[in-house]
């Protein structure tokens, strides 16, 4: 029987993993390979305080921090969590592991383009960002793709920075808020091309360009970009813990201040969770308290 299992190493797990070392708990994680999750696919953070530089370098820190407090490692999948008492977690070994406190840290999966070049381009000139890698293109040409929230308020972030922004959505209206829809509509930077869905990304070494074809005379159009934002929304999986937590309507995992998810001793943080703002940052601290959380429950500490 573990303390406390983390699942999940990106910015979230890794630093619930710190935090759990340093209360010297029996914690484990259980990682699949890609160590640092999403903040690794991000080449230049500005917006992490006291640290600016690649992604992937911020993650190894995390990583060494990590190790140094002792945590174990496990490399799997875990494909189910029950809870009788205490939780028993399936690996897609076919191995059960038990723990009385479980920190769900997996993160979420983009949703993808699947058009010719976004494999090629990921990181040279297309994101799925613009939060994150809006600042990067001041006075270029630009492209945001979607149709909801994040990608109407993405392009009226970018309009500030940006030379110009195209917003490519598939259909004839917007999914996003009505207010927010106007103001890109008034934003003269901003020109908004509808029905229109995106079928490649050109480039040599970075992104020169993206088509578009037209939903209704298939006629393709080449906008001459430097840089390309997916916002075409995101999946968080949440089948594992199903009956387990809440989810919002956007599937994301209902928590509250403390990260406590409706199951005492199952916390929820970063990526996966209803709190709006997906940075590493905020991951990093949702980590924090969660194993802080974790502690005290594994321990029988009062609040
Ligand atoms: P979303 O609401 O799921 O919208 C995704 C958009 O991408 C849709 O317009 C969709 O088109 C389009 N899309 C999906 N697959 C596509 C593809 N293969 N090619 C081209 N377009 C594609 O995602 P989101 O904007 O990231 O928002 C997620 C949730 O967070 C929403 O509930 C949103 O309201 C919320 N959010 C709120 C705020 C805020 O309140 N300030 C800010 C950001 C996000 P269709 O319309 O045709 O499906």
């Known amino acids: 029987m573990e303390d406390v299992i983390i699942i999940g190493a990106g910015a979230a797990g890794l630093t619930a993993a710190i935090y759990a070392g340093r209360k010297k708990l029996n914690a484990v994680l259980v990682t699949g390979p890609n160590i640092g999750g999403e903040t690794n696919s991000t080449n230049d953070i500005q917006n992490y305080p006291g640290y600016e530089g690649p992604g992937p370098e911020l993650m190894k820190k995390f990583w060494a921090q990590a190790k140094k407090w002792g945590v174990q490692v496990k490399e799997a999948r875990v ?18 592991m038990e723990s009385r406190a479980v920190i769900l840290c997996y993160g979420r999966e983009r949703r993808k383009l699947n058009i010719p070049g976004e494999d090629q381009f ?35 972030e970018l309009a500030r920075i940006a030379r110009k922004v195209y917003l490519v959505h598939r259909r004839d209206r917007f999914r996003a808020d009505e207010v927010t829809v106007e103001k890109a509509r008034a934003e003269p930077k901003i020109e908004i091309i509808l029905n229109a869905s995106p079928a490649e990304i050109k480039g040599d070494k970075f992104v020169k360009s993206l088509v578009v074809e037209d939903a209704v005379s298939k006629e393709r159009r080449e906008l001459p970009v430097q840089g390309i934002f997916s916002e075409i929304g995101w999946e968080t999986h949440t089948g594992m813990v199903a009956g387990l937590v809440e989810t919002n309507q956007a599937g994301e995992i209902v928590v509250d201040v403390l990260l406590r998810t409706k199951t005492p001793g199952l916390y929820a943080c970063g990526d996966l969770t209803s709190v709006p703002y997906k940075q590493t940052v905020i991951s990093a601290g949702h980590g924090a308290v969660a194993a802080l959380e974790a502690y005290k429950f594994v321990t029988g500490a009062k609040h």
């Open 122 to 156: 990921f990181g040279r000139g297309l994101s799925t960002c613009t939060t994150c890698d809006a600042p990067l293109f001041p006075n270029k040409d630009t492209v945001v793709i979607g149709g909801g929230n994040s990608a109407v308020e993405g392009a009226l």
């Open 79 to 96: 494909t189910k969590v029950t809870h009788a008492g205490h939780f028993t977690l399936e690996l897609d070994s076919g191995e059960k």
